[in-house]
């Protein structure tokens, strides 16, 4: 199993480091990213004509940046060919996909036993079938190399660690949050609601002056996953419901998730959402926010920088979720240790694939920060966000950072799969159709019931 923090705070604990210690920029290790001139200066000439030319080699770099508008998808190209300029003999091919399709891509990769030289996977429960399956490589020894595992907030390995060994480094360390577009609320005539119930009172407010209310990218499943687990977390008084239910003490019927079901329903029924939300894939409802088109966007505080580089920079502001039926503590977040990048135990190269995925995790915060990408990552940074231009909306973000209590993984970085499958699929259906709280319960349990090992 994976090892665990001690106790959830400790990731709040690690989020608080996001603004504070020095990360060198690093480079790969001196046999691979020393370029042929300088090899050629400090090799005698006698020697020179006897060097072997090196292998063309292609590494396959699976990710989670697709959207040109994302500064992440600009940073990801710079530090490729940064990297392709330093080992001219190296191609990297980049697969470039949403979250949902990368998974639904990985898992069938993954049947066949051809994963990519490195691809993304998520912490905990979601990572754990590969690594039984031995599909990744343990990466202790790269880690090590360079100090990259110093530049890592401490404990966010823990996530991605199982019997010792590290198969994953991971992209993020974020908090779940409400963005709203300031001038969108002054039009409506609108506060920022400090209780659930107010939201779904500003919702249909803004919906009755003709402001679309909220943004959601539903066909990607997890989204709406993730905005109601915060509406359990509130309703359950706390985090660990659904440990609960694993240690025998809970089940789905509990009034906790019965309730978070019957709010959550509230929150759709008053027309919070877009038309046909769960067409909308994760880039596609983000956008409606990004271009002023929604009001409010529910997401992790990756979902910054792009903000911030986008048409509504200046008129977003970000506020946490709230208390629902008086239960909850808003300092308790949402908290996602993030996507992570892992090397396949079968690449035909090995070793090239490690030495270049620690080239660019170590160029990784130094890059992230230079476009307004740094906020919410899992690594330290080193830099004045301020100082950098980065806005206040992100510096907000920064602040909500160190007011987390601890709060609760995703559903799928906790259940087995199989379960998880049935919670996504439960939860999206009520963006189409109302159902019984009880019924959805149910549906939960069934999926539990038949998963469990």
């Given at each position: 199993m994976v090892k665990k923090y001690k106790g959830l705070q400790v990731i709040g604990a690690s989020l608080l480091a996001i603004s504070l210690t020095a990360c060198g920029s690093g480079s790969g290790t001196s046999t691979s990213t020393a370029t042929p001139s300088a090899k050629a200066a400090a090799t005698p000439a006698a020697t020179t004509s006897t060097t072997e030319k090196k292998e063309n080699i292609t590494i396959t770099f699976q990710n989670i940046y697709p959207d040109p508008t994302d500064p992440k998808n600009?940073?990801?190209?710079?530090?490729?060919n940064d990297y392709q300029t330093k080992n001219p003999n190296i191609k990297i091919e980049l697969d470039s996909l949403n979250t949902d399709q990368q998974k639904l891509k990985l898992k069938t990769q993954a049947a066949s036993k051809e994963v990519p030289d490195i691809t993304i996977v998520n912490p905990a429960a979601q990572m754990k079938p590969f690594v039984d399956?031995?599909?990744?490589?343990?990466?202790?020894d790269m880690v090590e190399q360079n100090g990259l595992k110093a530049t890592f907030q401490e404990g966010i390995l823990d996530w991605y660690t199982f019997d010792k060994n590290i198969y994953a480094l991971p992209d993020g360390n974020n908090i779940g949050l409400v963005y709203y577009n300031k001038d969108l609320f002054k039009?409506?005539?609108?506060?920022?609601?400090?209780?659930?119930?107010?939201?779904?009172?500003?919702?249909?407010?803004?919906?009755g002056k003709g402001i679309q209310p909220m943004a959601i990218g539903e066909k990607d499943s997890w989204t709406g996953s993730f905005l109601f687990m915060n509406v359990l977390l509130r309703t359950n008084g706390g985090p660990g419901f659904l440990q609960a239910v694993v240690d025998g003490k809970k089940t789905f019927a509990d009034p906790a998730f019965t309730d978070a079901v019957s709010s959550?329903?509230?929150l759709i029924q008053a027309g919070a959402f877009q038309e046909g939300a769960t067409s909308f894939d994760y880039n596609a409802g983000e956008n409606l926010f990004k271009t002023g088109k929604a009001a409010m966007y529910f997401m992790g505080s990756w979902a910054t920088g792009g903000i911030e580089t986008s048409s509504v920079n200046g008129k977003?502001?970000?506020f946490k979720f709230p208390t629902v039926k008086g239960k909850g503590n808003p300092d308790e977040f949402m908290l996602a240790p993030g996507s992570a990048f892992a090397i396949s135990a079968n690449s035909k190269h090995l070793k090239e694939t490690k030495d270049f995925l620690n080239f660019f995790m170590l160029n990784f915060p130094k890059e992230a920060f230079a476009v307004k990408g740094a906020v919410g990552i899992a690594q330290k940074v080193d830099g004045d966000f301020k100082a950098a231009g980065y806005s206040d909306m992100a510096m907000e973000v920064l602040g909500l950072f160190k007011q987390v209590k601890g709060g609760?993984?995703?559903?799928?970085?906790?259940?087995?799969?199989?379960?998880s499958q049935g919670h996504l699929t439960s939860i999206q259906n009520l963006f189409v159709q109302k159902k019984d709280p009880a019924e959805v319960g149910k549906e939960h349990q069934t999926a539990y019931d038949t998963n469990k090992k």
């Open positions: 600009g940073m990801l190209k710079k530090i490729v399956a031995k599909l990744f490589a343990p990466l202790n039009q409506a005539g609108v506060e920022v609601p400090k209780t659930f119930e107010e939201m779904v009172a500003a919702v249909k407010t803004l919906k959550f329903e509230d977003v502001g970000v609760d993984l995703a559903f799928d970085n906790t259940m087995n799969p199989g379960t």
